[in-house]
């Protein structure tokens, strides 16, 4: 299973907007093409790209790092509810 091209179907990007899937995790074209191939693996940062964008995060910034922090609050707690 291609996690690039699972991702893109769970974010609602269809066939067509590849490029687009890959420039909202920071990928160039060419790049993004080797990904939904499979001729490239994904790397751990692209992953947590990945994740940022499902979970509609903007970029770090320092403006919003108090935002962040409550996320990751909220994650913290969710996840102690949910054992």
């Given amino acids: ?6 991702w893109m ?4 990007f269809h ?5 687009e899937a890959g420039r909202s995790i920071g990928l160039k074209p060419r ?15 692209e992953r947590l ?8 995060l903007p970029e770090w910034s320092p403006e919003n ?3 962040f922090a ?3 609050a909220i994650i913290g707690t ?3 509810k949910a054992a």
């Avoid at 790049?31 to 940062?45: D, N, S």
């Fill in 9 to 12: 179907g769970h974010m609602g």
């Fill in 31 to 45: 790049v993004t093409l080797q990904v939904k191939a499979g001729e490239r693996e994904l790397t751990p940062t």
């Fill in 49 to 56: 790209a990945m994740s940022a964008v499902a979970a509609g």
């Fill in 1 to 6: 299973m291609n996690i690039f091209v699972e």
């Fill in 78 to 80: 969710l996840k102690g």
């Fill in 15 to 19: 066939g067509k907007q590849v490029s």
């Fill in 65 to 67: 790092a108090e935002d």
């Fill in 70 to 72: 409550r996320v990751k």
